[in-house]
């Protein structure tokens, strides 16, 4: 994570822009990276497992790992097996459970769609989904745009790094000059 070079990033009313990561995860922000960047050579189980590290709440964390595999059958399934064989979808599948076994109340995605198959794509974006219904703040960084507008509720254009539009997300996928030049409509 980047400290900001001006505004502020606040988390339940305090200004968290220079504290330190270690101080932002254990206050409830969590990042699930591009490229997933898992401990290959750690099994399924033991990349979850870190993603608790920091929890004193050791007798709920069992519940929180079958909430993970309830989420993502697949996962329980190869929970012995070393994360660096699992296929693209499935490490995507490990890296957002990890971060959820923190009980994180701000969750940060970077393309969480990089590299899936289409239709791993929209299993994925139906999931994150299904996390932001049941409470969970998501903010995400993702260039399929359409898949992204569909399951959020406000939007955030960049061009070279500045934003150019902010608007709800229906907003932003009705206005017809957003449409034609991010999303590839004439």
Same mark, same amino acid.
């Given at each position: 994570?980047?400290?900001?070079?001006?505004?502020?990033?606040?988390?339940?009313?305090?200004?968290?822009?220079?504290?330190?990561?270690?101080?932002?995860?254990?206050?409830?922000?969590?990042?699930?990276?591009?490229?997933?960047?898992?401990?290959?050579?750690?099994?399924?189980?033991?990349?979850?497992?870190? &993603?608790?590290?920091?929890?004193?709440?050791?007798?709920?964390?069992?519940?929180?790992?079958?909430?993970?595999?309830?989420?993502?059958?697949?996962?329980?399934?190869?929970?012995?097996?070393?994360?660096?064989?699992?296929?693209?979808?499935?490490?995507?599948?490990?890296?957002? &459970?990890?971060?959820?076994?923190?009980?994180?109340?701000?969750?940060?995605?970077?393309?969480?769609?990089?590299?899936?198959?289409?239709?791993?794509?929209?299993?994925?974006?139906?999931?994150?989904?299904?996390?932001?219904?049941? &409470?969970?703040?998501?903010?995400?960084?993702?260039?399929?745009?359409?898949?992204?507008?569909?399951?959020?509720?406000?939007?955030?254009?960049?061009?070279?790094?500045?934003?150019?539009?902010?608007?709800?997300?229906?907003?932003?996928?009705?206005?017809?000059?957003?449409?034609?030049?991010?999303?590839?409509?004439?």
């Amino acid at each position: 994570m980047v400290t900001p070079t001006s505004g502020e990033v606040v988390l339940d009313g305090e200004v968290v822009n220079h504290q330190p990561i270690s101080y932002r995860v254990a206050n409830g922000v969590t990042m699930v990276p591009e490229n997933r960047r898992l401990f290959k050579r750690l099994s399924v189980k033991e990349n979850l497992m870190l &993603g608790a590290y920091l929890r004193k709440d050791k007798d709920e964390i069992e519940s929180d790992l079958e909430y993970v595999y309830d989420l993502f059958p697949r996962v329980k399934e190869r929970i012995n097996q070393k994360s660096g064989t699992l296929s693209g979808g499935e490490q995507q599948m490990v890296a957002i &459970g990890r971060a959820l076994m923190s009980r994180p109340k701000v969750l940060l995605m970077d393309e969480p769609s990089m590299g899936l198959a289409p239709a791993l794509v929209q299993q994925n974006f139906e999931l994150i989904q299904q996390i932001n219904d049941e &409470g969970m703040s998501i903010f995400m960084v993702e260039q399929n745009a359409n898949m992204a507008l569909s399951i959020a509720d406000r939007g955030w254009v960049l061009q070279t790094g500045i934003v150019v539009l902010n608007d709800t997300a229906e907003a932003l996928l009705a206005n017809p000059e957003m449409r034609a030049a991010y999303l590839g409509e004439a």
